[in-house]
Each structure stands twice: as C-alpha cells, then as structure tokens.
C-alpha cells in the first residue's frame, strides 16, 4: 500500500513529490486543544478533521499531530499504554481514517506522533516486564539492582524532577524513567523490543501516515554499563531543554542518553520508510549541549531520518541576529550534510510571543524570517494568531512538570490552551463547555474568525509568507550563504540554479540602513518591505525586505 493519498480531488497529496519534507512547511497540532467535538471539553480526531480546511488554508505541507494513543495520560498522551489504538477521549481508528482522508483531499500529509524511548507504566509490556525478572519481556526496560546501601544504580536524573530510577517492589530492582516514573524507559538493546517498535511504525504506515515526529529521538539508547554521567561545568550550563532552576541542566548527559548504538537503530527506520516512498520522520533531539552534532548524525546520508527537530531556536532568549548567525555557522561545522526543521514555539514552551516580549511587528518578522530559511519548518497551532502565554492559576495546573518546580517555573500549560476560533463566546468555539485548561480572555481577540478576513491579520501574514515560500524553490530548497549579523541585522542570500535572493531583516527597534550586495535586485511581490533604492535602503524597527536579482540577458 502506497504511503500517499489515493484520493481523488483537485488539491489531493501529489504522488510525485517525494521530497516534500525538505524545506516543508508543518503545522503541529495539539489533540487536547484543538477541536472538541463530544462536548467533554477535550479535542479530539473528529474536531481536527472538521478544522482541516482552516489548516489547510494556511498553505502548510502536512500536519503532525501530537500523541492521541491509548493512555492514562499522566504525561497528557506522551504515555502510551497501546501504540495500536487511539484513546477513547480522542475517538477511534475509525476516527482516525476519516482525518487521514479528509487530510488528503485537502493536500495536508499526515504526521503522526511516535514516543517510542518510554511507555507507560500501563502498557501491557510494563505489566509483564515488572512482573518477575525471568518472564519473555523481562529486558524489555532498563532494569538494574540496587547499590549495596539501597540507593540508585548511578547518579542519572530525570528530566521531570528527582532521580531517574524508580525502585519496584516486585522485582526488588529499580527501573529506568527518564521523565515521569510512569514513563519507564523502553530497553532498544533489546532486539525484539526494536522489532516491536519497527512493527508499530509499519501499523501506521500501513493506514497510510506520512511521516512521524518521533520523540526524544537521542533517548532510545541508555549506556549498557550504567556509567554515571560527569557534573557539567557551570558555564557550559544552558535552560535550552530544561528551565535553568531544573538540576538535570548540572549534567552532562553522555550516557543516559546519545549512545551510538542509535545510529543501528535509525538506519533500521529508515529502511522501513523507505518502503514506503514519500514518508518521512523528523526527530526530536533535545541535548543542551551536542544537540547540532546529534543531527549531523541522524540525518547524514539517507541512513537515519529524513530531519531532526532542533532546539536553538527554542531558547528563552529572544533571537537575535547574531544567534541566528551562529546557530548556521555552527551546523556548517557540526552538521554539514544535516537537514534541521526550525521551530519558535511548541507544546512544551512558552509562547514566542510572550518568550521574547514581541510587538506585532516583531512577530510578522519572525514569522517571514523562519519562512525564509534553509531547513523545514513547524508552525505550533495557535502561533499564525499570534498568541500569547496564557497565565494559568496554580489550581488550574495540569502538567506535572509545572506542579513540581512551580512557581519558579510554571510548566507547559500556558502553551497548551485551547485554539480560538470565535471571539464571541467563553469557550472561543473550541468547546460547548469549560475546557481541560481555560481559554485565556485575552485571546479572543486573537481568533480566527476576527482575523481570516481582515487584510492586514498576523494570520493573513503568516498565509502570505507560506505560500511566498511555497511559490519560490530557492527558500524552500536553495542554498544559503554564509549569514551576516551587524548589530540588529541579519542579511544572508538564497541561491539556486535559477534565482537569488537577498534577505534581510531588521531583528530589533531602530531604523537600520541596509547597503544591497551587487546587482539589480526588486522586492520579492507581496512580501511588502521597504523599496530599494540604488545604493540601499533603510528597514524601520522589526521591518525586512527579501529582494530577487534581476537577470540580465547578454
Ligand atoms: O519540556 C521540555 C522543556 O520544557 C523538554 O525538555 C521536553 O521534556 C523534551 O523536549 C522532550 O519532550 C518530549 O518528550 C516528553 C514530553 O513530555 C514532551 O511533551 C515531548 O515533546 C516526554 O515524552
């Protein structure tokens, strides 16, 4: 069965374009938030499905929808008990068909969420792994003795807060959590439980995904021995995956997580999508310190998956010009052949908007420089209205990162509120009834409805710069020049066998006086900007102006 839409329609999933991912634009939904169509005031398959021409509008390639599997949901889905079935509070596999056809018609690829490092402590698996230290899944997690004083095998922490072991009482061993203690780390050095894994990825393939967001994609291995990870100096400290106040930043994480043995694994995916041309996997790496070598590694010569996910633009520090510059110089030393997909904002990060204290203006620029850069691209719903972190009163507090290191840090709720589709009611049409988490008032005036038909919107924006790259093959493919940070400016040209194009971007308030590299250059249509003249032109605070050369016929 092919990976793509067979489908009829004007708009369906062309078959031809395998290459889709590279320079893609993906629009991230988070189930829980998106569509209540039960009434329960929880999203479900059948409210995204019902929301698809909406996504579809924005000109994105494909969706990737965050985990809607079996779960007790104690880490709201990334807990799965049941890879193979969808959780009754989001519908059915039925429910599910129904989205990857809709999806297709409408020209959306189908990404779909894989946690493949844990499980839940409900998964069947765990039931019996834990069960005695003999049964036929007994190395199906990282299970490990005690030290003679009853303590913890080595010194590894868990993401979430405490130790990264947690002792069971069954079989007087303790396990492996690198999140939640109901998140047991799957053992990959295991073959079957690579089988299991691979046979799950086919399942889905199989109902015609494609392409997945695996998670924690650098978690799969643990180290064989156990060796405790090294204190990380102070100074190379950074609050890029984890807030600063969390003590999982003192570590450096060489063998909790980054094992080599990975690289078998991946080349093992790859194989399998491979079968199915047209499908293709981003992975999440979240390392504060190798996260750009780790996706030189994964996406390098079609052995491992297609993209990684990176975090440097995730960072609580508003971007600025020379960041951008770096992160690119960077990637040319760490990760030469490597494909990154670039994200502001997603469901475990406080909105960009409010991250980086951004105006309107500021946020049209940010939206029109990550459409203008080489790599792919995530969108985190909610982010073309230009919403902000919502405030979320700690009796309201659903993440039980946030409930641990609060108030110091807050959590992921605030990223996690409910889409707003309409300005007139509480529950923003989102639902009937009071929501998982409440619609922040403030965004009402956000909502879609205010803004689809209303010229000059952010989202009208954000619709204006996907389909700039859409129409032009050199932002979506091109090559990139070396990127110039003068103070607040960021300049940088795209280039391909056809077309060049000069970019520049005012990253900060004051006016900035651009000089343009040589040649005839005319503002790119529709992008708007400021004019050139002959030797230059000056971009008020937050403005930039993306410019082709004209090609002269000798
Ligand atoms: O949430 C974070 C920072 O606030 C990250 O450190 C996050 O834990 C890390 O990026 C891994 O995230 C993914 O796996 C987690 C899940 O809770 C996240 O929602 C998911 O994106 C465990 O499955």
Known sequence: MSAIATSAGPDAVPATDLDWWRGGVIYQIYPRSFQDSTGDGIGDLAGIAARLPYVASIGVDAIWISPFFTSPMKDFGYDVSDYRDVD?????????????????????????????????????????????????????????????????????????????????AKRLQYYMHNFLASQPDLNLHAPAVQDELLDTTRFWLEKGVDGFRLDTINFYFADKDLRDNPALAPERRNASIAPAVNPYNYQEHIYSKNQPENLDFLKRFRDLLDEYPGSAAVGEVGDAQLGMELLGQYTKDGQGV??????????PERLRAERVSSVFAHMKEAAPDGWACWAFSNHDVTRHMTRWGLTDLGARMYATLICSLRGSICLFQGEELGLSEAEIAFEDLQDPYGIEFWPEF?????????????????????????????????????????????????????????????????????????????????????????????????????????ALPL????????????????????????????????????
């Open 88 to 168: 009754p509070m989001f519908g059915t596999l039925d429910d599910f068909d129904h989205l990857v056809t809709e999806a297709h018609r409408l020209g959306l690829r189908v990404m779909i969420d894989l946690v493949l490092s844990h499980t839940s402590n409900e998964h069947e698996w765990f039931k019996e792994s834990r069960s005695s230290r003999t049964n036929d899944r007994a190395d199906w997690y990282v299970w490990a003795d005690a030290k003679p004083d009853g303590t913890p095998p080595n010194n590894w922490l868990s993401i979430f807060g405490g130790p990264a072991w947690h002792w069971d």
């Open 410 to 514: 807050k959590g992921r709720d605030g990223c996690r509120t409910p889409m707003v589709w309409e300005a007139s009611n509480v529950n923003a049409g989102f639902s009937d009834v009071r929501p998982w988490l409440p619609v922040a008032p403030e965004h009402l005036a956000n909502a879609v409805a205010v803004q689809d038909g209303r010229e000059g919107s952010l989202l009208n924006h954000y619709r204006r710069v996907v389909s700039m790259r859409n129409e032009m093959p050199v932002l979506r493919r091109g090559d990139q020049t070396e990127l110039t940070a003068t103070g607040d400016l960021l300049t940088f040209i795209r280039t391909d066998g056809t077309d060049r194009v000069f970019c520049a971007f005012n990253m900060g308030e004051a006016p900035i006086e651009v």
């Open 519 to 554: 040649g005839n250059w005319v503002p790119v249509e529709g992008i708007g900007g400021t004019e050139p003249g002959l030797a230059g032109l000056v971009l008020d605070g937050w403005d930039y102006a993306l410019l082709r050369a004209v090609r002269t016929t000798t």
């Open 306 to 315: 297609q993209m990684c996910y990176a975090f440097d633009f995730l960072a």
